[in-house]
């Protein structure tokens, strides 16, 4: 997993496609401020081999289990954590999370790609939305 606590890390990230809308991202979170960890939060790209116990662990929130009944998903009662899903251009997806008032942010880019985990796919595939625009 590539863990983004600074905009110019996004340099890392192979997928020319998900490089770019993390640097649009991060230039929208920011809006024209210097970019500051503790204010605009960070992002992830999952990677190949990646487990989502290792993801849940570094963002600290259940990602295949509800926040508060802890009710996995699959089960009809099942509500997601993320406050947005979106898929973008059919590749992956972008699941955000915001976990504060101030609004500290946690970003987290998965791609249809073979090694990422088949239920947070199956997860995405479920509850994700089409992106209104990518670049």
Same mark, same amino acid.
């Given at each position: 997993?590539?863990?983004?606590?600074?905009?110019?890390?996004?340099?890392?990230?192979?997928? =020319?496609?998900?490089?770019? %809308? !993390?640097?649009?991202?991060?230039?929208? !979170?920011?809006?024209?401020? #210097?970019?500051?960890?503790?204010?605009?939060?960070?992002? @992830?790209?999952?990677? #190949?081999?990646?487990?989502?116990?290792?993801?849940?662990?570094?963002?600290?929130?259940?990602?295949?289990?509800?926040?508060?009944?802890?009710?996995?998903?699959?089960?009809?009662?099942?509500?997601?954590?993320?406050? @947005?899903?979106?898929?973008?251009?059919? %590749?992956?997806?972008?699941? %955000?999370? @915001?976990?504060?008032?101030?609004?500290?942010?946690?970003? !987290?880019?998965?791609?249809?790609?073979?090694?990422? #985990?088949?239920?947070? %796919?199956?997860?995405?595939?479920?509850?994700?939305? =089409?992106?209104?625009?990518? #670049?």
């Amino acid at each position: 997993m590539l863990v983004l606590r600074d905009p110019g890390l996004a340099s890392h990230i192979a997928n =020319p496609d998900i490089r770019a %809308l !993390v640097e649009q991202r991060f230039r929208q !979170v920011c809006a024209g401020e #210097p970019y500051d960890y503790d204010r605009h939060g960070y992002m @992830i790209v999952v990677e #190949p081999g990646d487990t989502v116990d290792a993801l849940e662990q570094e963002i600290n929130l259940p990602i295949l289990h509800s926040l508060f009944e802890g009710i996995h998903f699959g089960d009809p009662d099942h509500t997601p954590s993320f406050e @947005i899903l979106e898929e973008h251009h059919g %590749l992956f997806y972008e699941m %955000l999370f @915001i976990t504060s008032d101030a609004g500290f942010s946690i970003t !987290v880019w998965i791609p249809k790609a073979q090694g990422i #985990p088949a239920d947070l %796919l199956a997860l995405c595939a479920q509850f994700a939305t =089409p992106a209104l625009s990518t #670049p």
